[in-house]
């Protein structure tokens, strides 16, 4: 059974932070990149960041860089999203997704910028408001 389950989601202030959790079962993620999506009220989702231990590369959309990192444990076969300086136009429902590297033409970027993925969470709710 695959799973990926997203917790870590609240309400949080302006400039605040949160740290999301992504917890996969059923599969290992050393195989899969992980990534991070978003869609806020009105919007088109949109990849928040991806990253692949295979070639050690990460991409974050223009609009997270430098208040958002991604990261992963191993041991915990889980992947985090840290989260800071957040702004309101960061509200969203937060997703995460694996994609397999072992895909052909695989890449971080085309898994972010396409959205593609094999497997998707059901989303954690983020609210940046005062």
């Known amino acids: 059974q695959v799973q990926l389950v997203e917790s870590g989601g609240g309400l949080v202030q302006p400039g605040g932070s949160l740290r999301l959790s992504c917890a996969a079962s059923g599969f290992s993620l050393d195989r899969y990149a992980i990534g991070w999506f978003r869609q806020a009220p009105g919007k088109e989702r949109e990849g928040v960041s991806c990253f692949s231990s295979s070639d050690d590369t990460t991409y974050y959309a223009y609009s997270v860089k430098g208040r958002f990192t991604i990261s992963r444990d191993n041991a915990k076969n889980t992947v985090y999203l840290q989260m800071n300086n957040l702004k309101p136009e960061d509200t969203a429902v937060y997703s995460c997704?694996?994609?397999?590297?072992?895909?052909?033409?695989?890449?971080?970027?085309?898994?972010?910028?396409?959205?593609?993925?094999?497997?998707w969470g059901q989303g954690t709710q983020v609210t940046v408001s005062s």
């Open positions: 997704a694996a994609l397999s590297i072992e895909k052909p033409q695989f890449s971080v970027q085309v898994m972010c910028v396409m959205m593609s993925a094999d497997y």
